[in-house]
């Protein structure tokens, strides 16, 4: 017995032989239809339009111009990645076109007006951190939006995840439900249009956006700034499938979303660990470059930056490190970077993340509140947002949406990798003329040596904040109070502008920190506290 | 006061005074070293090259079958194990395995009046343990295509082990009125003569993952013929099903290196 099994086990061994199976992407000659294409020994797993490229998984050979079906053939292997693109397939056009103006008819406001039925939740089971649903739109000023009436009325919004499982049947979604609002939905792994099963991953990411909370006696609160909105589903990622797979399903799902007229995508999906090296995350996967595609359409573009800054990943994945695609990260409730939130730079140094929302939500799924944490929360915090912007200015491209949404953010123009230019805020965009002053300066840096530099914190005691003649008390001799909890950043950035080190840090009596600069020749620190920057040069 | 006690005095001074002016440092990154590291993604099929796992089993005895004379006392039992595997895809189904490792196998035996292994002495409880190290070849579909452990497969496969260590440890109570107080006592006999060297199992497990499931099967007999014991008669098997719980562990980087040097 034993000899017949071992005898057996060395014949497949050596009929394996060298075997290299490969999953590619088959990139076809304008001339070609995908229909004409017949490949034997392997599968083609998906088609996508904007690249007019096959996805092959599976097969051995390793050189498919053998194919005899396939005119002027141009492989792209995702297994043998990085590898040169025989043409530049940012050029591809684009087959279907897609709206690029607002439709703010308002459907679904005028549907809520008549219909909305917001349930009395009181069979609702609730649990978690209740406090912290406020937190989670106050951080971005959201409270301003609804106060105002903005409440993405009119913008498309298309949601790509894992599934939606207990959407249906949650209370918080009824309002959406009973307007239908969910224009259209598809599952991009079972190709069908059913998006509630598998994961209610999705549905809590919809509750960031959407989600409505009404307790008995008491006003609505809402969970996300775009409750009224219109949305599309799609289920875009499997687990445990494939990396080919995974980018067919995102490719396919980011088309859809386009040719469905969306204005807004956003997905909490992140494609990085386990199928990319970090060398990789250079915005030129085709995940990232469909993502562009999508934003060179006039649509606003966001995914998660992603959870891996505790493990060996550390770095944001795609398509977060496409360049136009805003990434978000998590942070804490004092604007500090979450410890799990992915960091940037991608890997040709671009600065990443963008901007940065609350990490840890309140939210719902088969009608249990409760608390979540992840920038899979954060980033539809930031589109639900994105999605007020776009119908107070319905004339903004999408372009001009993301510029203001990053000038409106807390650090801007100052960043980093960890925070971006910080949490947008809704003041910028519904009270202009009420941004405070930002010159005045509330630090100096002081060369101690050739090789430290302190900052040296000036306190300001700023008094009658609402009034016009507002008073600023400076005293340069006055030490920080300890209740003062403004966080300082310092970046150190080398000759070429890269930042190579980095602090957040909390003032203590005057102390802004000392910070070694003999490992930058040439370079700079650049420091931001209070709204103030000031850079110092080593030239 | 003395030197050393100013000098004392004078650092606590010093750090106390550094500690209530230096700032609280909440976050401190260096982006300079991110992509220096040397690694390429998971390979989805690893073609073309090994991938190496690391798997812990544990698991018991399975009371499914009779064992002859001997009653097994099920809770007493005990598998661990402790392998290297080395897989490679065939195709897009199937890879091919094979591992090496330690194992230890602990029969518990229940005592009865007559039994074999404790030359008519009642023993409290009574363990079987043997040593081995294994040898395994198994072949693997993926139910999950495309994957090494990560996602759906399921195993099948022939185990060989060399148990290089046997060892019975009989336990009884110590009667008052032969020995000095009430206790213990443990009698160990190692190397035993009558415990087959040999062993070989068909195996069999499905998983997810870092973690599976499996039954073993023995189709060896336990024991060799011994004129040392039983009159030289082959002992009565022991229970020839195992069931495991695998916990497989893996480096991703390690195992992509070799990918990457072949780019």
Not at chain 1, 268 to 286: A, D
Not at chain 1, 487 to 493: A, D, F, G, P, T
């Given at each position: 017995m034993p000899r017949t099994v071992i005898t057996i086990l060395c014949v497949l061994y050596l009929s394996s032989g060298q075997a290299q199976l490969r999953d590619c992407w088959l990139f076809l000659s304008p001339s070609t239809s995908p229909e004409e294409i017949e490949l034997s020994e392997c599968k083609i797993e998906g088609y996508s339009v904007w690249f007019h490229a096959l996805a092959v998984s599976g097969t051995q050979n390793p050189s498919f111009y053998e194919c005899s079906m396939i005119d002027s053939l141009q492989c792209y292997s995702t297994e043998l990645w990085p590898c040169q693109l025989s043409r530049d397939i940012t050029d591809t056009t684009i087959i279907e076109e897609s709206s690029s103006s607002f439709d703010t008819t308002g459907i679904v406001s005028d549907a809520m007006d008549s219909t909305w039925n917001i349930p009395n939740v009181s069979d609702w089971e609730v649990t978690g951190d209740v406090s912290?649903?406020?937190?989670?739109?106050?951080?971005?000023?959201?409270?301003?939006?609804?106060?105002?009436?903005?409440?993405?009325?009119?913008?498309?919004?298309?949601?790509?995840?894992?599934?939606?499982?207990?959407?249906?049947?949650?209370?918080?979604?009824?309002?959406?439900?009973?307007?239908?609002?969910i224009l259209d939905t598809y599952d991009f792994v079972k190709k069908d249009n059913n998006v509630f099963h598998s994961s209610n991953h999705g549905t809590q990411v919809m509750a960031c956006l959407s989600g409505i909370q009404k307790e008995e006696g008491t006003e609505a609160q809402y969970l996300g700034l775009a409750t009224c909105a219109q949305y599309l589903l799609a289920r875009a990622e499997q687990s445990f499938s494939g990396r080919l797979v995974k980018e067919v399903n995102f490719i396919n799902a980011l088309e859809w979303a386009v040719n469905k007229g969306a204005h807004i995508i956003t997905s909490?999906?992140?494609?990085?660990?386990?199928?990319?090296?970090?060398?990789?995350?250079?915005?030129?996967?085709?995940i990232s470059l469909a993502a562009e595609k999508a934003y060179e359409k006039n649509v606003l573009?966001?995914?998660?930056?992603?959870?891996?800054?505790?493990?060996?990943?550390?770095?944001?994945?795609?398509?977060?490190?496409?360049?136009?695609?805003?990434?978000?990260?998590?942070?804490?409730?004092?604007?500090?970077?979450?410890?799990?939130?992915?960091?940037?730079?991608?890997?040709?140094?671009?600065?990443?993340?963008?901007?940065?929302?609350?990490?840890?939500?309140?939210?719902?799924?088969?009608?249990?509140?409760?608390?979540?944490?992840?920038?899979?929360?954060?980033?539809?915090?930031?589109?639900?947002?994105?999605?007020?912007?776009?119908?107070?200015?319905?004339?903004?491209?999408?372009?001009?949406?993301?510029?203001?949404?990053?000038?409106?953010?807390?650090?801007?123009?100052?960043?980093?990798?960890?925070?971006?230019?910080?949490?947008?805020?809704?003041?910028?965009f519904l009270f202009p003329s009420d941004l405070p002053p930002s010159d005045s300066a509330t630090f100096h840096l002081e060369m101690m040596s050739d090789q430290v530099v302190e900052v040296v914190v000036h306190y300001?005691?700023?008094?009658?904040?609402?009034?016009?003649?507002?008073?600023?008390?400076?005293?340069?001799?006055?030490?920080?109070?300890?209740?003062?909890?403004?966080?300082?950043?310092?970046?150190?950035?080398?000759?070429?502008?890269?930042?190579?080190?980095?602090?957040?840090?909390?003032?203590?009596?005057?102390?802004?920190?000392?910070?070694?600069?003999?490992?930058?020749?040439?370079?700079?620190?650049?420091?931001?506290?209070?709204?103030?920057?000031?850079?110092?040069?080593?030239? | 006061m003395s030197a050393p006690i100013k000098y004392f005095f004078l650092i606590v001074f010093s750090v106390l005074t550094l500690m209530s002016t230096a700032q609280k440092v909440l976050l401190h990154r260096k982006s300079a070293a991110l992509f220096q590291r040397n690694e390429t993604a998971q390979s989805m099929s690893n073609a073309g090259s090994w991938f190496y796992t690391r798997t812990t089993l544990l698991g018991s005895v399975l009371p499914i079958e009779q064992s002859g004379d001997f009653d097994i006392a099920y809770p007493g039992c005990f598998f661990f194990g402790n392998d290297h595997r080395f897989t490679r895809p065939l195709g897009r189904h199937f890879s091919l395995g094979w591992g090496l490792g330690f194992q230890l196998l602990t029969y518990g035996i229940k005592q009865q009046s007559g039994n074999i292994?404790?030359?008519?002495?009642?023993?409290?409880?009574?363990?079987?343990?043997?040593?081995?190290?294994?040898?395994?070849?198994?072949?693997?579909?993926?139910?999950?295509?495309?994957?090494?452990?990560?996602?759906?497969?399921?195993?099948?496969?022939?185990?060989?082990?060399?148990?290089?260590?046997?060892?019975?440890?009989?336990q009884e109570e110590l009667d008052p009125s032969i020995h000095q107080g009430v206790g213990r006592r443990h009698i160990y006999n190692s190397r035993l003569d009558y415990v087959s060297r040999w062993a070989q199992f068909g195996v069999l497990r499905i998983g997810k993952g870092h973690m599976a499931v499996g039954v073993m099967h023995r189709f060896t007999h336990f024991f060799k013929s011994s004129s040392s014991i039983y009159s030289g008669q082959l002992l009565p098997d022991l229970p020839r099903w195992i069931g495991t719980l695998e916990f497989t562990f893996w480096n991703r980087n390690k195992s992509a290196k070799k990918d990457e040097d072949e780019l």
């Open positions: 912290v649903k406020y937190e989670q739109l106050e951080m971005m000023q959201g409270y301003d939006w609804i106060h105002t009436g903005f409440n993405g009325d009119g913008v498309k919004i298309a949601v790509l995840d894992a599934g939606f499982e207990g959407f249906m049947n949650d209370s918080a979604f009824q309002h959406l439900i009973e307007a239908g609002a909490s999906l992140i494609f990085g660990e386990q199928l990319y090296t970090r060398q990789q995350m250079n915005g030129k996967s085709l573009v966001l995914n998660s930056a992603g959870n891996s800054d505790q493990n060996h990943w550390e770095i944001l994945g795609a398509p977060g490190d496409a360049e136009h695609v805003l990434t978000i990260g998590a942070c804490e409730w004092n604007g500090l970077k979450s410890s799990f939130s992915s960091v940037g730079p991608t890997a040709d140094w671009r600065p990443k993340p963008d901007l940065i929302a609350r990490g840890s939500v309140f939210v719902t799924s088969n009608n249990v509140f409760t608390t979540e944490s992840g920038t899979s929360f954060s980033c539809p915090l930031v589109a639900g947002f994105a999605a007020c912007v776009m119908q107070l200015h319905p004339d903004w491209s999408a372009e001009k949406v993301r510029s203001e949404l990053l000038q409106s953010a807390t650090l801007f123009p100052y960043r980093d990798y960890a925070h971006g230019y910080g949490i947008p805020q809704a003041g910028y300001k005691e700023v008094t009658n904040l609402q009034a016009e003649d507002e008073e600023i008390v400076e005293d340069p001799d006055t030490e920080v109070p300890e209740d003062e909890n403004h966080l300082l950043y310092v970046q150190l950035l080398d000759s070429l502008g890269r930042i190579v080190e980095y602090w957040t840090v909390v003032p203590e009596g005057k102390m802004g920190g000392l910070y070694d600069i003999s490992g930058v020749p040439g370079g700079a620190l650049k420091v931001y506290y209070k709204k103030y920057i000031q850079q110092m040069d080593f030239r | 292994l404790s030359n008519q002495v009642i023993y409290k409880r009574q363990s079987l343990n043997t040593y081995a190290l294994p040898l395994d070849f198994f072949v693997r579909q993926h139910i999950t295509q495309k994957s090494n452990t990560l996602g759906w497969y399921w195993d099948f496969g022939w185990k060989g082990c060399w148990n290089f260590y046997q060892l019975l440890i009989s």
